[in-house]
């Protein structure tokens, strides 16, 4: 079975805090995802990964940044924490084969910024 | 551009009653369409998919069918059970790229 793991269930932090969230995926994948997921608004992709070094923005990137240095490992960064922020975090990865490219999700991080 | 609208929840139902969950898209092209389920404390994981007009797809005793001239991928199921509580999202996938548009996701709660 394919499994993405994600470094914590639940975290803490505070304002202007440098937070790093970290996903691994064992199927050797090439694509990588970060989502944020808040009520009433679904997933949205902050950044994905195609390839090691590679990224490319998603639909709401600011204040993010991430770093993918080897192939089954993917981090996404806070630089400075706000509020704002607050929300559940999904990491995803999927294969370059094949046409359907299926996301496999972790449980994703519950980030509370205080 | 492309897009994802899912009904609004959360749908309420009792055990044994049957279930829909509407979707609709907006799309250039031919996507792939999907169901994911998130059960409490998870994260997402696929239901089923279709990747061209009229396909079907069926997991579990969920059923949807991809339909063109609707551009609709109804989520259904005959009976449903409690265990069956859990958000469900719907999504597409653009053509020929890694990206996935999710709606909003549609909780469901059964009662006992």
């Known amino acids: 079975d394919v499994k993405v793991t994600q470094s914590s269930r639940y975290l803490v932090k505070r304002t202007g805090e440098k937070v790093f969230l970290e996903c691994v995926q064992d199927m050797d994948h090439e694509n990588m995802f970060w989502y944020r997921q808040d009520p009433g608004l679904g997933l949205r992709l902050i950044y994905f990964?195609?390839?090691?070094?590679?990224?490319e923005k998603g639909d709401i990137p600011e204040g993010y940044s991430v770093s993918r240095e080897k192939k089954e490992r993917f981090s996404l960064i806070l630089e400075s924490a706000s509020t704002n922020q607050t929300s559940m975090y999904l990491c995803?990865?999927?294969?370059?084969?094949?046409?359907?490219?299926?996301?496999?999700f972790g449980p994703g991080t519950r980030l509370t910024v205080t | 551009g492309n897009s994802v609208t899912q009904m609004e929840g959360p749908v309420t139902l009792s055990e044994e009653a049957f279930l829909t969950i509407n979707c609709t898209y907006t799309?250039?092209?031919?996507?792939?369409l999907f169901w994911y389920v998130q059960y409490p404390g998870e994260g997402l994981q696929l239901l089923l998919k279709?990747?061209?007009?009229?396909d079907k797809g069926s997991n579990k005793g969920f059923e949807a069918t991809y339909r063109k001239e609707t551009t609709s991928f109804h989520l259904e199921k005959g009976s449903v059970q409690v265990s069956d509580s859990a958000v469900y999202f719907c999504a597409l996938s653009e053509g020929g790229t890694y990206k996935y548009i999710f709606g909003t996701g549609t909780r469901l709660k059964v009662l006992a």
């Open positions: 995803a990865s999927s294969s370059s084969s094949g046409s359907l490219y299926e996301q496999y």
């Open positions: 990964s195609y390839d090691v070094k590679m990224k």
């Open positions: 279709a990747t061209k007009a009229d």
């Open positions: 799309a250039t092209g031919y996507p792939s």
